[in-house]
């Protein structure tokens, strides 16, 4: 069973718009929630990163937006470029190593 | 540094036969990780060792063993394919939680290997 649920499984957006990606997860051990991004061919590469402890991590055009109480994350693209496009994995973990992913969003952005 | 290698980038196996996906990193990272990644379910570890000598199980080790003689390298062994074990195979490599000053731990991975059991 999916330890981190992931929704949608893809999304298109224009240029320019807002991409949202959502999260949920069941064990409240969690401590450590991350984004990777990866692209056709590749290898995930890590995008941002949580800890519970803060509600909010913005990194340029990419926030991520926690909320401990209903146990859901989410990412925020801010003005999509067509380089975003890629397929998004958020993650979980207890201590940072045994990553527990979702099922992963393929974001398009149209130009 | 060339990061997380690993070889090699395709491979078609025949049912019942057995091979070993190799990886490497030259980052003197201590944790290294093996997962696959099969079509709308993510990425699932299947071994991790924490250092030399040192490995256990992730999400879904059945059908897979690891061995981790140096620091440096991390090999996959599969034994007796199945058309089950078709993914694409990617190995990860970081520090150790507690042994960098960064808030986060970052895992890098490999380019992957594709593997096709017939």
């Known amino acids: 069973q999916q330890q981190v649920k992931q929704s949608p499984q893809s999304l298109i957006v224009q240029k320019g718009g807002i991409s949202i990606i959502n999260c949920a997860y069941e064990?409240?051990?969690?401590?450590?929630f991350p984004w990777y991004q990866q692209f056709p061919g590749k290898g995930p590469a890590l995008l941002i990163a949580?800890?519970?402890?803060?509600s909010e991590k913005k990194e340029g055009r990419f926030t991520i937006s926690f909320n401990k109480s209903a146990k859901q994350f989410s990412l925020h693209i801010m003005d999509s470029q067509p380089g975003d496009s890629a397929t998004y994995f958020c993650?979980?973990?207890?201590?940072?190593?045994?990553?527990?992913f979702g099922a992963g969003t393929t974001v398009t952005v149209r130009a | 540094n060339a990061g997380v290698t690993q070889t090699p980038k395709f491979r078609i196996l025949k049912i019942g036969q057995s091979m070993t996906l190799q990886c490497a990193q030259d980052?003197?990272?201590?944790?290294m990780y093996w997962y696959r990644q099969d079509p709308g379910m993510g990425l699932k570890l299947i071994y991790y060792?924490?250092?030399?000598?040192?490995?256990d199980k992730g999400e879904v080790p059945n059908g897979y063993n690891v061995s981790r003689s140096t620091t440096e390298d991390f090999p996959l062994r599969l034994e007796l394919a199945a058309p089950s074990q078709t993914s694409v195979y990617f190995c990860?490599?970081?520090?150790?939680?507690?042994?960098?000053?960064?808030?986060?731990?970052?895992?890098?991975f490999g380019p992957g290997t594709r593997l096709t059991v017939l």
């Open positions: 990860a490599s970081s520090y150790s939680p507690f042994e960098r000053e960064e808030s986060y731990n970052e895992q890098f």
């Open positions: 064990n409240t051990a969690f401590d450590y």
């Open positions: 949580i800890r519970p402890d803060v």
């Open positions: 993650a979980a973990s207890i201590g940072d190593y045994k990553l527990s």
């Open positions: 980052m003197n990272h201590n944790y």
């Open positions: 060792s924490v250092g030399a000598g040192i490995t």
